[in-house]
């Protein structure tokens, strides 16, 4: 069961459904030196105050920022309906399979986002029929990993530890 803390919003993960569903990844950062770690941005591109300086991003994503957001930190698998194409475990080798893969939704649209409970698991379909499938499995208590957090223009949802959900306005 989803649980609350920090609570300052009420939880609705349709949210995030409906922050969505007909938006374009523009950027997907994921490749040598995140380890599992994905970054996915979705919707307008929204200047950053400040430039990051990161010289492995695109000037694109050094200058903006997405709409949307979402940040894995959790166990990931890419797949179609015929195969799997990579995993959070694969290797992230710069021109390897897995940066290859995930650099496919750049430019797809979401056309599909279930949330299943009591996780919060995420499978977010795009045009194409490549499916992202976000497993929040992080029950390390002891470390307070994430499984996932979702950004928009007006809050931050985090799906942290055994998947206990915080909805804190965005600043």
Known sequence: ML?????KMPVNLDLIKKSLLS???WSVIGGAGNGTVISLAFGEKVRRA??????????????????????????????????????????????????NELMQLVGKHVVNLDIRLPGGD?????????M??????????VDECGNYTFHSPEYVMKNGCKSSVSVLPRT
């Not at 995420?122 to 490549?130: A, C, K, M, P, V």
């Not at 992202?132 to 208590?141: C, G, I, R, S």
């Open 23 to 25: 938006t374009v990844c």
């Open 122 to 130: 995420l499978e977010i379909t795009f045009e194409g029929g490549r």
């Open 50 to 99: 400040k430039a990051l300086g990161n010289s492995r991003l695109t000037e694109e994503e050094r200058l903006f920022e997405g709409e949307f957001s979402l940040f894995v930190e959790c166990a990931w698998r890419l797949q179609t309906q015929e195969a799997v194409l990579c995993t959070s475990l694969s290797s992230n080798h710069e021109g390897g399979s897995r940066n």
């Open 3 to 7: 649980t609350l803390s920090k609570k």
């Open 132 to 141: 992202l499938a976000v497993f929040a499995d992080q029950a390390n208590e």
